[in-house]
């Protein structure tokens, strides 16, 4: 490294969307990269810190027909009722109660659907479905159940942009 190029900080800023639209702000600093001084790069740093923007509203309404697939990709396993996938037994109750063939099935929830409703439309931080796939990995009560495939970060979104939107 040249001792006479100055070092500089270089600032960072990553915003991920989370639960329920909060957003999470990490802001990292790299020491000792070496950069031309210059009139500009004091400004390019403080452009740099500002703080991010907060996340915008889901871009379009999705339907129920729009995350269905979804529920049927990773949850018809257990909570199919009749329309289990190929390779599993058809449980027409649905494990826990839960059946997600049907929007209204899927809002009305499982066996404790009185005080935990599958979805609350409108409301994410309300909806036990919503709940229940954006735990920790490792939680106890995560779904799906650790060892079977789970949906993306995207398609985790998407589900939760259409209970925003209304869950119709």
Not at 23 to 35: D, F, K, M, Q, Y
Not at 62 to 71: G, I, Q, R
Not at 103 to 132: D, M, W
């Amino acid at each position: 490294m040249n001792p006479n190029i100055p070092h500089s900080h270089r600032l960072l800023s990553v915003a991920a969307a989370g639960f329920a639209g909060f957003a999470l702000i990490v802001t990292a600093s790299v020491r000792g990269a070496a950069t031309p001084a210059t009139p500009a790069a004091p400004a390019a740093a403080a452009a740099a810190a500002a703080p991010a923007a907060a996340p915008a509203a889901p871009a379009k309404a999705v339907a129920f027909a729009d995350v269905k697939p979804l529920f049927e990709k990773y949850c018809y396993a257990c909570h199919g009722g009749d329309l289990a996938p190929a390779g599993t037994a058809p449980n027409s109750v649905g494990k826990g109660g839960l059946k997600l063939d049907t929007l209204a099935n899927v809002i009305k929830g499982g066996r404790n659907s009185a005080t935990k409703p599958g979805i609350v439309a409108g409301k994410p931080e309300a909806s036990e479905i919503i709940h229940r796939i954006t735990l920790a990995p490792d939680h106890k009560d995560i779904m799906p159940q650790k060892g079977k495939p789970a949906p993306t970060a995207a398609e985790v979104q998407q589900i939760v942009d259409w209970v925003k939107a209304g869950a119709k």
